[in-house]
């Protein structure tokens, strides 16, 4: 069978350094998985864009050194906010409508995920002070802290699988709290504030109660439907720098592209502010 496409933008309109380091790791870890990425420009025109989008099974958001634009979630920039990426924001947007309507699959990283919330209605924290934790630790630190996953989540299932495969993994079962503990990286200064519409927190930083994961909310479906809930996870932390070492961040990406590989378009039932 042909691999899935998964479409990965650019990550910034303004940084090339940062692409030519940021870019390839995505796409390895998307290749290792078994998928094929897919490099979407941030300065095509939007038809041109659209039509790309549309060879592709899922998408993968990845981290920026942008912000997203405070203005989108109701709130002024403050001085610790980076400036925007209109650009990059105006691709992912195309990005999330396009998998919002066809169901397709979404894994969202670090600027990813807080572009995710906000397209969804939610809110940012425009910058965290770094006591406890220093959440800005950067790639030169390969573990900043642990996140607590969600006992009934998708991401702690993928985690403890992972555990169970391969024992050199960093996710652990904690047995008296039936909790899985992640030893994770951190390169980000913001957060999700407030949840955006149909997404639940599924991790948070076990220090501080940061939110480092989220995915979709399960709603009631009829008795007759055979609709399944599309695949979304949305992370903080960057599992393809860490793909070589943590059985949990490969099981992350594997997971991701075989649903990528099952993926077929049903209609949307999941609301977004963008198609309400």
Known sequence: M???RIA????TST???YNRRAWP???AAVTQSGGTPVEIPLTDPPAITAKLIATCQAILLPGSGADVNPQKYGQQPVEECNPADPAR???DELLLQ???NLHKPILAI???????????GGTLLQHLMPMPVNHAAGSAVAIAHTAVLAPDSLLATIAAESQTASPETRAERVQDSTKCRLAINSSHHQAI???GDGLRVTARSTEDGVIEAVELTPKPQPATSNLQLPFLIGVQWHPERSYATDPASRALFSRFVAAAAAWSPQSPTIPSRLSS
């Open 2 to 4: 042909p691999q899935p």
């Open 8 to 11: 990965i933008p650019v990550p």
């Open 15 to 17: 940084d090339l350094d």
């Open 25 to 27: 790791a995505y796409a």
């Open 89 to 91: 924001e105006n691709v």
């Open 98 to 100: 396009d998998a919002h």
């Open 110 to 120: 670090c600027f990813g995920i807080q572009m995710l919330n906000v397209w969804r």
């Open 193 to 195: 504030g407030i949840p």
